[in-house]
């Protein structure tokens, strides 16, 4: 299992995960408006399964704008150093990212991924190269009345282990803390006031004289002075 804060950070970098319907417990922690989060040891002994969602009161598109923009994720998670994004579709269908973690005394972790994007609905990801093991999965931003409610899963693994019980005591905090990051982000992102279109400029008419000009005579009795 990879340190909890780094896994943290890579949560909100990679954007969208491998979905599945949430149980009734999943569901009644949503409806009390809290994030719902699940940690488990993978069956191979090597990565972990994680699974979170959360109820936020924000359309999908603005969810999906702060999901998948790389510029926001470092304020979300604080163990996030930098993310940026190496190559592109120019359609946007897809995009390589790279995101440095980095948590205490530890070594920091350089996770190069591809995402692969469906808007506004969901993004997959997967590992490309760097120090992780493993690291795949998806998002999942569903419309749910006036707002919209986000699913993440993932498997991912660290470099370096770490005890089983305790990172997943230590992600249980974590990864709450990274979605309600989001959720406050989508919320100010919601709120914050759109810039009205500027006035079109209309191109001048040839066939409309423009105002005079300063007078050349007037400029010459200036000189003469």
């Not at 340190?3 to 979905?19: H, M, S």
């Not at 009644?28 to 040891?41: F, I, K, S, T």
């Not at 359309?59 to 190496?86: E, F, G």
């Not at 991912?156 to 992600?171: C, K, Q, Y």
Request: contains cysteine; glycine residues 8%.
């Amino acid at each position: 299992m990879r340190p909890p804060a780094v896994l943290a950070a890579c949560l909100i970098a990679a954007g969208p995960a491998l979905a599945a319907d949430l149980d009734p417990q999943a569901r009644a922690q949503l409806d009390r408006g809290r994030p719902y989060v699940d940690v488990r040891a993978d069956p191979d002994g090597e990565s972990g399964l994680i699974r979170a969602a959360i109820d936020i009161a924000a359309p999908p598109q603005v969810v999906w704008d702060v999901v998948t923009d790389c510029d926001l994720a470092p304020k979300m998670v604080a163990s996030l150093k930098s993310c940026r994004i190496l190559q592109k579709d120019p359609a946007g269908a897809w995009d390589v990212r790279e995101d440095i973690s980095r948590m205490g005394f530890l070594p920091s972790v350089r996770n190069v991924f591809r995402s692969d994007y469906d808007p506004p609905k969901s993004v997959r990801f997967h590992r490309v190269a760097g120090d992780l093991k493993v690291f795949e999965g998806e998002w999942r931003i569903e419309p749910r009345g006036a707002g919209t409610r986000v699913v993440y899963e993932s498997r991912v693994s660290a470099p370096f282990r770490v005890p089983g019980p305790i990172a997943r005591i230590a992600l249980r905090y974590e990864v709450p803390q990274a979605l309600m990051a989001l959720r406050r982000e989508c919320l100010a992102a919601r709120s914050a006031p759109r810039e009205p279109p500027a006035p079109a400029r209309s191109a001048p008419d040839p066939a409309r004289p423009g105002p005079p000009g300063p007078s050349p005579v007037g400029r010459g009795a200036a000189g003469r002075d």
